[in-house]
């Protein structure tokens, strides 16, 4: 319950209607996410060795829509209020799951065919579910202070994660029921019509309006540059929000892949992974408290530090364990969960200590797009390593992940960047975000490294054993990505007026350019051994490679202009133009990938949606300036 008179705001039961919400829209969020490889499994029946990948696909495509969603939303929110975006949210949760009853029955007719419906539905109903959360936790920011703000969005973390795995695991035992599945979507169908009828009809919004005609990303972006604990929580928010999609997703895959060996059925493996991931939050809501404790006499920088490491021992003791059925395995889940009810509460109250009022929609959603760009990032890369390296890869990788970020952390307080005991910093040092983003995007590098000093690349391993595709994809979608967000940077730097982003684009495209330069050695070395015969007979076979090596050639003199003295040696004009081919080169790569797709992989579709978006901006600006010139010319 709320502690002084602050929170009383709002009476004993809208505190209950608020943590009851949360609770619900966690469960719904969790659930689908959970019960997804089952579905994919004994609905549209893919086939085992693609289970990772289109697993991680579907996920990877439901975050990015939910990015965008509810980034957008956490703006509009400073002008509307909180409390329409959380009715909305609930009421698309409940065309969603109403279209998911229509899609299994769909599936179970025509099998992967009609996987693009699941897509839809699984898309609507995670954004519904997470833009409702967000916007609750943000409504709890509104009314907090600094003295009972770790008592109060604590009590959410606490809900969110009693919603997520506690009430998940008990409704995912219905998979072992005949009619388990329509039972399951039938709960988010429920909840999204009561979610959003108790918020209309007990919520009111308690913050000023933001009024300012300044941006307010720019205000956000500013906010953020200047601190470097913010820093810290974003970059922390990049693997936190990952944590029980990864369970839930990995570990239940793991439980399913493996339990034909082990004698078992697969409803009773999703039923079984269901009770460990119950077993972590149970974790979670016991460390909870503990970590409320621990923030109110620590610094918050040092609460991040040591989340983070609990976390990271608890992935890489998972990752040693060969049977996910070894009841041992609760051990290490347990870990990741204290360490993640410490990252949660923390950057929930460091945001709101940090974020001015008027822009606490937008700072939460924010963090909410920082951890949702590490759930497609962490969660794509899983899905490859899942099926080419083993089930226990994933947690690896997370595990690797947060300690580099305790890291920063750790280098933060021995350079003296620390908190009073008022939670003040006492230091005005400022750090910039370069080494930071040069360490994310060189991270899928230290993976492929890492999987191939297991694989035996490094040691001589037989070419023949090694999962070349894997390889080869991994690196053109890593190069895709890259070449995605260097194009949007410049849109986002105009929209929001951050020109300090501008810095950050040439570093961005250069790691296009990297991951497109290794896997085109991949292709050439690797697929085909140096055997040109057979590189003209694929590329003859399957001519979208052609649009690929067309692209990369490209993007060659793009990169090797990419310097200061040959910005010089060119000429601004001239050197403008040229890299005016990343247009060109984006659309490339974009039928290039969906051509190279499987059926039934949707994920192409989503990069070729956002590279159709960013070229549209580029094409309105330019009619617009064209425009501008040529009303100027007639005065």
């Known amino acids: 319950m709320p502690r002084n008179a602050k929170s009383a705001v709002f009476a004993p039961a809208q505190w209950n209607v608020i943590y009851f919400l949360t609770a619900a829209a966690a469960l719904v969020a969790e659930m689908v996410i959970a019960v997804q490889p089952l579905i994919l499994d004994q609905v549209f029946g893919i086939a085992f060795e693609k289970e990772g990948a289109i697993n991680a696909d579907i996920e990877v495509v439901a975050e990015l829509v939910s990015l965008l969603c509810v980034g957008a939303l956490g703006l509009l929110s400073d002008r509307i209020g ?31 065919g009609g996987l693009i419906l699941f ?22 920011g509104d009314v907090s202070e600094r003295g009972n703000r770790p008592h109060l969005l604590g009590n959410v973390v ?28 039938a709960i988010p169908l429920l909840v999204g019509l009561v979610g959003a009828k108790l918020a209309k009809a007990n919520l009111r919004d308690v913050a000023e309006p933001n009024q300012s005609e ?7 972006w500013e906010r953020v540059s200047g601190d470097p604990r913010m820093q810290l929580a974003f970059a922390a928010a990049f693997y936190t929000r990952a944590d029980v999609i990864v369970i839930s997703l990995f570990y239940s895959l793991w439980c399913i892949s493996v339990s034909d060996m082990v004698g078992v059925t697969r409803p009773y493996a999703t039923a079984h992974a269901a009770v460990m991931i119950g ?22 920088i040092s609460a991040i530090g040591a989340s983070l490491s609990v976390a990271a021992v608890g992935y890489i003791a998972l990752g040693l364990f060969a049977n996910p059925f070894n009841w041992l395995t609760a051990l290490p889940l347990i870990l990741i969960g204290v360490g993640h009810a410490g990252s949660m509460v923390t950057l929930k109250v460091l945001t ?5 009022k008027r822009i606490l929609g937008t700072m939460l959603g924010l963090a909410f797009l920082t951890g949702g760009a590490g759930v497609v990032m962490l969660v794509q890369s899983s899905g490859y390593y899942f099926d080419a390296v083993g089930p226990r890869a994933p947690f690896v990788l997370m595990g690797t992940g947060k300690m580099l970020v305790t890291l920063y952390a750790a280098w933060l307080l021995a350079n003296g960047i620390d908190e009073t005991a008022d939670h003040h910093l006492t230091s005005t040092r400022k750090v910039d975000w370069k080494p930071l983003v040069f360490l994310t995007a060189a991270l899928p590098f230290i993976w492929l490294v890492g999987r191939s000093m297991i694989g035996g690349y490094l040691s001589g391993g037989s070419l023949a ?82 649009l690929g090596f067309v692209a990369f050639c490209m993007l060659v003199p793009l990169a090797f202009t990419s310097t200061n003295n040959q910005i010089k040696r060119v000429g601004g004009k001239k050197w403008k133009a040229l890299h005016r081919m990343a247009y060109a080169i984006n659309v490339l790569v974009a039928f290039h990938f969906i051509f190279a797709a499987t059926h039934e992989n949707g994920e ?30 007639a005065i």
Do not use: C
């Not at 506690?166 to 035992?173: F, G, H, P």
């Not at 972590?280 to 918050?300: C, T």
């Open 158 to 185: 606490f809900m969110m994660v009693f919603g997520s795995t506690v009430l998940s695991a008990i409704v995912l035992q219905m998979t072992e029921h005949s009619a388990g599945l329509f039972l399951i979507f």
């Open 214 to 220: 300044e941006h307010p990303l720019r205000q956000a």
């Open 119 to 140: 897509y839809l539905t699984r898309i609507a109903i995670s954004s519904g579910a997470d833009t409702a959360q967000l916007h609750l936790s943000t409504l709890v």
């Open 82 to 112: 909180r409390v329409p975006v959380i009715v909305g949210g609930f009421l698309v949760v409940s065309v969603g799951a109403a279209l998911s009853l229509f899609s299994l029955t769909v599936g179970l007719t025509v099998g992967v």
């Open 279 to 300: 077993l972590m939050g149970a974790a979670v809501l016991f460390a909870v408290p503990l970590w409320k404790r621990f923030i109110e006499h620590h610094s918050r």
């Open 465 to 546: 054993e090694t999962p070349v595709g894997f390889i080869n994809r991994y690196l053109g979608d890593w190069a895709f990505t890259f070449l995605i967000i260097s194009l949007s940077l410049r849109p986002l730097q105009e929209l929001t007026g951050m020109k300090n982003l501008a810095k950050y684009r040439r570093m961005i495209g250069l790691y296009a350019f990297f991951y497109a330069v290794l896997h085109v050695i991949a292709y050439i070395s690797l697929e085909w051994a140096f055997n040109l015969d057979d590189m003209v007979a694929d590329i003859y076979k399957r001519p979208f490679i052609l």
């Open 352 to 356: 709101v200590d940090v974020s001015p």
């Open 604 to 633: 192409p579709y989503v990069y070729a949606a956002a590279v159709a978006l960013l070229l549209g901006y580029r094409v309105r600006q330019w009619a617009q300036r064209r425009a501008a010139a040529a009303k100027e010319n």
